[in-house]
């Protein structure tokens, strides 16, 4: 995306970039390693949407007809896993290396280096887990939350390559994590306080913390799984004095913090996005710090809200449900912000606001059916049916997904110095918003009516709803091809961006030329 | 906030990459190690990777590390960059507080509920229904199934090796603490008598651990795969040694560093970097002693 | 648009194949007092949710309409304001504070499981339930009947289709009924909508639950927790029946187990043995060594041409009656009559091309039970 970059690349003391294949190899540009993350994570968007092609092609009917429930197994495991691993995480750091040195005012990330190895990590880690699917015994097929015994004792032998996988992904999210944080608190322009920044640096500071805190959980949990196979220790054995649920309450303790990790940095992303297109100032910016940081500690306390069924002591049970209705509070201090940002304000449409707007409606569904989830007597009924994949396909596709694609649109100009098809652009909006709605929406219907999540099968009654569902899904998956086909066309023929190519933008990444020079700023700007 | 300097860009490096896939040279073949283990393979290819890993390793530490020690000795290093280099390092052993955090979490959690619970106590005892003859004891000598989990005979008496070890590690970070001083006084040969003192410390630590290993395994019968006494037991500590061991690593390279004379009074990071590393290995060894051993 | 409505089309011209399904939308409200107050509070909550969203999109899109630059509207200083964000604290809060009242009184009375009039225990196996009646000399498992051709589409599917059973767990209505729930081997979860009920089945522990049916039925669900690659195949059917009909059900079961000791004294011929061992192999083997004995290595060992199928015949017992335990290999001692372990030893040593020739009597498998 950046390869335009270089040409008005007229510094005189930084060197543009290396010439050849080694430039990406060796790199320690931040937009280069950025651009990387995000092609990568595209791929994996792409792959792991093919898996959810052959799922919802499987459920497309009732019956066994394409494949056998223990693929089927493999793959809703490798479409969770591959989806929010690879595709939403990495994008997230992409956008973070590409913008956080641009919008505090670094030459690039503090830790240029640990940042090309976080990178690479991730294709190999990648390649170890898909390579699990061709082994004896087939890959991961204990679900993308991977509860012990069936992920221990019960698990297919391919299951100690998985563990590795993690370790890998693990590594490489805290690395990139140490980084980012480093680099907001080390490398802001003088002047440039807290308080100043811009929203997508406050959401990614928090993620990043959040990363480091939760990260070495999932390394941990992982870790006793393994000596659980392979050196018979009792973690997750009662007939040793261990505890499957334990398993459930390790893995959440990271889980829970996980999703909002792929949900913040959207936030911050569209905490951009609304102020540029209302021509306005966003709106209580520091209630929405306060909010996010809220949103991030209380996000360690609700974690066994995933695990209502387990039979927890009533004390835990109610803990965990007043816990979890309490981050309603703060997320919806930000829904009104945003709301409260476009009101009055002297809007226009494009793509960028079009996905955000998109995303504060239907993250907000997404949302409230979250606070549904939290009532513990309901969940009894909702849990692990459709109506939990509901939910978190409505924060997940059109809040993390949709939040990437507004940054992708609102800064490719920056990036890439052209303007991307505003026409094109909307269709793939339009087309993207009907069909995910399509996908997701009927999702809560048969969960309501019983249809349990994670089988290859189901009863007569969920017939009708799953054919629409799978319709949906395979119209939001074609969806995405004409959003290659406008990152294609703005890279070959885009016309020119203007420096400032959206009125209301503010922030000092639109203080740089266009394309953005390949080192943003030697000389840090003073913000005043 | 910001030196006059220029922020320092390093040069594109072969060595992240080299790291990547040496991670996964080594991780791949330790699982292919274990995968034969357990299904009783005798195929040597898990060693062989693990090996080629672990060398690929090494190979990319000293380089890699031996650029930055060179950059750093060219003096490009900006004031600014060190700061970055500090946070760096706390964030990292703040990850690694969360890595024990979860570990002593499962020892916490089995000892105040799943033990009791299968024993009949507390508010999920009607599991005592499966295990009828089980009753709870911390440290846990007979577990639910002692078909499947075997019986140790008894534990690790806190008040020989591991009160010993205690006794190291903590004169360890006193006199690591005094070659710091010494140091920042300029005084090079004093440095070095605290830290081979420190160094030789944290050695004897290891290799008392790695007695009282053999001690459990072949006279107590406490072992990984004896319930879950042994295995919070050697989960704890059996990380916490690891950590130990890239400590000490980590101590003999400052050394040679300082026999070398890289270091001055007042800039003298990778120093600082291992002492913290051996802090936070101590304080986490006196949480295991209270924890594991003690009560 | 061209695209959408050709697969609208497409959608339109598939309807008509799938038989029996409706457009059911919402939860059922079920037949005990337990699920009435659990649709209650969803209905609550969503009303409570429509309500909010209607106000917070209400306004977005009010404003989206007038506030936008193609009508000339400027933009408005209007960035802060404490008073606001106070209020939009305060009331989420008092809202959320209204539903956790009921919220809270549900879940006190799921939680009460004292002074129960009849003891369950379920336990989940892969792929199966098996119940068991405390205090009753009662004890059977519980297998989906759904038979293959349908679920592989070679015959026409029944209204009941993965949801029917061999053996219904039968109780009587208006008693309080508690669950204990464990597991053989993985994570299950015991579920059926009706009744509001859902609880892991969690290997070496137990959980309890409990439940009051109001109404005569059948009620079915489905095990709620991914188990492994028959998770869609467990079903659960509980069969609703008044007091009288529970006890001539009870009688009737007692019987039939007599029934069923009797014929392991019989004399069996190694032809009946293998006719009866195939449908029990089928029903109870096949899901995972598969109907043509091939299994699915390397997790479900063939059982053509395995060592033990071919090897003495007592350590062929043994495999089947104990199992391999922490292997998906559960032991059949006590989910098979004699005549059936019998029958299904008897066909695996001698199908599929395995020709040891020999036979078991269900009289040695007798043995084994007793104690030998
Ligand atoms: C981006 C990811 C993301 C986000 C942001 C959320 C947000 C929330 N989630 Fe979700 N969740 C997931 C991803 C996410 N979740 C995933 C992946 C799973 C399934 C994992 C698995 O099992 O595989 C899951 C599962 C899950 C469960 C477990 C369900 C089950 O298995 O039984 C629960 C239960 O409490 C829950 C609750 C919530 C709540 C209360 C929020 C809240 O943060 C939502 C807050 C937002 C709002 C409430 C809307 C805006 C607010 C207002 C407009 C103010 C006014 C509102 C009120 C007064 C109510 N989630
Ligand atoms: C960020 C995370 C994320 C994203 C983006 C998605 C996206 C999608 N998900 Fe995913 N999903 C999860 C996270 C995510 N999911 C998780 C965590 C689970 C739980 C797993 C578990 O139970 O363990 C899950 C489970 C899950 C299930 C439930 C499986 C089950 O319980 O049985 C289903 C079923 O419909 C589903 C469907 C979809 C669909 C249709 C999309 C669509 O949005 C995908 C759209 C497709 C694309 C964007 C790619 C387009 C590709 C092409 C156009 C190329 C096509 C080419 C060929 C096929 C040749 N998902
Ligand atoms: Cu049993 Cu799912
Ligand atoms: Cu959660």
Redesign the pocket.
Same mark, same amino acid.
């Given at each position: 995306m950046s390869t335009q970059a270089a040409d008005i690349d007229h510094g005189d003391h930084d060197h543009g970039p290396a010439k050849g294949i080694t430039r990406w190899l060796y790199s320690t540009n931040h937009k280069d390693i950025g651009t990387m993350y995000l092609i990568f994570s595209l791929v994996m +968007? *792409?792959i792991?949407?093919?898996m959810? *092609?052959v799922? /919802?092609a499987e +459920?497309f009917q009732p019956g066994l007809q394409l494949i056998e429930p223990e693929f089927f197994n493999q793959m %809703? #495991?490798m @479409?969770?896993l591959i !989806?929010?691993f690879g595709?939403?995480m990495p994008a997230f750091v992409g956008l973070a290396n590409w913008m956080i040195p641009m919008m505090i005012g670094a030459p690039d990330m503090a830790l240029p280096r640990l940042n090309n190895l976080s990178f690479w990590i991730l294709p190999f880690a990648f390649a170890l887990m898909m390579s699990t699917l061709f082994m004896d015994g087939g890959g991961p097929n204990f679900?993308? #939350?991977f509860y012990a015994p069936l992920s221990t004792t019960y698990a297919p032998p391919s299951v100690t390559f998985f563990i590795f996988a993690i370790h890998l992904l693990g590594a490489s999210s805290i690395m990139g994590a140490i980084n980012v944080i480093v680099t907001i608190m080390n490398m802001r322009a003088p002047g440039m306080t807290y308080f100043k920044m811009p929203m997508f640096c406050w959401t990614w500071l928090i993620t990043a913390f959040l990363l480091i805190a939760v990260m070495p959980v999932l390394a941990g949990v992982v870790t006793m799984m393994l000596m659980d196979i392979h050196f018979a220790t009792a973690f997750f054995d009662a007939g040793g004095g261990g505890d499957p649920v334990l398993f459930q309450h390790v893995f959440w303790f990271f889980g829970h913090p996980e999703v909002y990790i !792929?949900i913040l940095p959207s936030f911050g992303v569209v905490s951009q996005v609304i102020p540029t297109f209302s021509r306005k100032k966003l709106f209580g910016y520091h209630s929405m710090v306060y909010a996010i940081i809220a949103i991030a500690v209380l996000s360690f306390v609700v974690w066994a809200h995933h695990m209502f069924t387990v039979g927890m002591p009533f004390v835990g049970e109610l803990f965990f449900m007043y816990t979890t209705m309490l981050i309603a509070i703060p997320t919806g201090v930000k829904i009104f912000n945003w709301i409260s940002t476009m009101f009055r304000g002297s809007m226009t449409f494009e793509t960028p606001m079009l996905y955000s707007i998109g995303f504060v409606v239907l993250f907000t569904i997404g949302g409230l059916s979250g606070i549904m989830l939290a009532l513990a007597p309901v969940d009894m009924v909702y849990q692990d049916t459709y109506f939990v994949?509901a939910h978190? @396909?409505y924060v +997940?596709?059109p809040g993390?997904?949709f939040g990437i694609f507004a940054a992708v649109y609102y800064w490719l100009p920056k990036w890439t110095g052209k303007m991307y098809d505003e026409g094109l652009a909307k269709l793939h909006f339009w087309v993207s918003f009907i069909g +995910?709605n399509l #996908?997701f929406f009927p999702m809560h219907f048969v969960g309501l009516a019983g249809m349990p /999540? /994670? %089988?290859p099968d189901y009863p007569l009654q969920f017939a009708d709803f799953n054919m629409i569902?799978s319709i949906g899904?395979f119209m *939001?998956?074609?969806s995405?091809?004409i959003f290659v086909y406008v990152l294609i066309k703005t890279l070959r023929k885009g016309e020119p961006a203007e420096q400032l190519p959206w009125e209301g933008a503010e922030g000092l990444e639109w203080t740089l030329p266009t394309p953005a020079p390949y080192h943003s700023f030697p000389t840090p700007p003073t913000v005043e | 906030m910001s030196t006059e300097q220029q922020y320092y860009i390093p040069e594109p490096s072969k060595w992240p990459l080299v790291a990547a896939a040496s991670m996964f040279v080594t991780l791949t073949g330790l699982g292919l190690l274990l995968f034969n283990m357990t299904a009783g393979n005798d195929s040597m290819s898990g060693q062989l990777m693990f090996g080629l890993g672990l060398v690929g390793m090494a190979y990319m530490f000293f380089g890699w590390f031996g650029k930055v020690i060179e950059e750093s000795m060219g003096g490009l290093y900006s004031n600014q960059l060190s700061v970055s280099f500090r946070k760096g390092m706390s964030w990292f052993i703040f990850s690694e507080v969360m890595f024990f955090a979860a570990f002593f979490g499962v020892l916490f959690y089995v000892r105040l509920f799943s033990v009791p619970w299968l024993s009949g106590e507390g508010a999920k005892g009607i599991a005592h229904m499966l295990w009828p003859d089980f009753s709870a004891t911390w440290p846990l000598l007979t577990n639910p199934s002692p078909e499947q989990f075997g019986s140790p005979k008894a534990v690790i008496d806190p008040w020989h090796i591991p009160l010993i070890n205690t006794f190291l590690l903590v004169t360890s970070s006193v006199t690591l603490t005094l070659a710091h001083h010494a140091l920042k006084a300029g005084k090079r040969s004093l440095t070095k008598i605290y830290m081979a003192i420190t160094m030789l410390l944290g050695f004897t630590f290891l290799a008392l651990q790695i007695y009282e290993y053999i001690e459990a395994y072949q006279h107590l019968n406490l072992t990984l795969s004896t319930g879950i006494y042994g295995s919070t037991f050697f989960m704890l500590t059996g990380f916490h040694g690891a950590h130990v061991t890239i400590g000490c690593i980590m101590l003999t390279t400052v050394f040679i560093r300082i026999l070398k004379g890289h270091f001055t009074a007042d800039d003298h990071f990778a120093f600082e970097a291992s002492a913290w590393y051996w802090h936070f290995v101590d304080v986490v060894w006196l949480m295991l002693f209270m924890l594991v051993y003690v009560f | 648009m061209f695209k959408k409505v050709a697969v609208f089309g497409l959608f339109l011209a598939l309807v008509p194949t799938v038989a029996f399904s409706d457009w059911q939308l919402n939860l059922n409200r079920g037949v005990t007092d337990t699920s009435i107050a659990v649709y209650d509070l969803h209905m609550l909550v969503l009303y409570i949710c429509v309500a909010i969203s209607v106000v917070v999109f209400g306004v977005m899109f009010w404003s989206i309409y007038h506030h936008r630059k193609s009508k000339g509207f400027e933009s408005h200083e209007f960035h802060d304001s404490t008073a606001l964000e106070i209020l939009w604290t305060i009331v989420p809060t008092i809202i959320l504070i209204v539903i956790l009242f009921p919220a809270t009184k549900a879940l006190i009375n799921s939680y009460d499981t004292e002074e129960s009039d009849i003891d369950i225990q379920i336990t989940g196996y892969q792929w199966k339930w098996r119940y068991k009646y405390i205090g009753e000399d009662l004890d059977f498992f519980s297998v989906l009947t759904t038979p293959t051709d349908e679920i592989r589409n070679k015959s026409e599917k029944n209204e009941n289709y993965l949801l029917e059973v061999d053996k219904p767990l039968v109780v009587p209505i208006n008693k309080k009924i508690r669950f204990l729930l464990t597991s053989n081997d993985v994570i299950h979860a015991w579920w059926v909508p009706d009744l509001a009920v859902k609880k892991d089945a969690i290997p070496g522990f137990i959980n309890e639950d409990w439940t009051r049916i109001n109404e005569v039925g059948i009620y079915r669900g489905q095990c709620a927790e991914l188990c492994g690659k028959d998770h869609g195949f467990m079903p659960i059917v509980v069969k609703a029946v008044t007091q009288e009909d529970y006890v001539i059900w009870l009688a009737e079961q007692k019987a039939l187990k007599e029934i069923e000791a009797a014929a392991s004294q019989a004399d069996w011929s190694m032809e009946a043995l293998l006719v009866k061992g195939e449908g029990v192999y089928i029903k109870n083997c096949a899901a995972c060594h598969q109907p043509n004995g091939m299994g699915i290595p390397p997790v479900f060992p063939a059982i053509k041409g395995s060592p033990i199928a071919l090897g003495p015949i007592g350590t062929h017992l043994a495999t089947v009656f104990e199992g391999r335990p922490g292997t998906a290999m559960a032991g059949f001692g006590e989910q098979l009559s004699s005549v059936d372990i019998a029958a299904v030893i008897t066909y695996q040593r001698n199908a599929w091309g395995n020709e040891v020739g020999d036979m078991l009597s269900p009289t040695d498998v007798d043995k084994l039970k007793g104690g030998e």
């Open positions: +968007l *792409f792991g949407g093919s959810a *092609f799922i /919802r +459920l %809703i #495991t @479409h969770g !989806m929010v595709a939403v679900g993308w #939350t !792929m994949v978190f @396909h +997940l596709v993390a997904i +995910l #996908t /999540r /994670r %089988i569902v899904a *939001f998956g074609t995405q091809l | - | -």
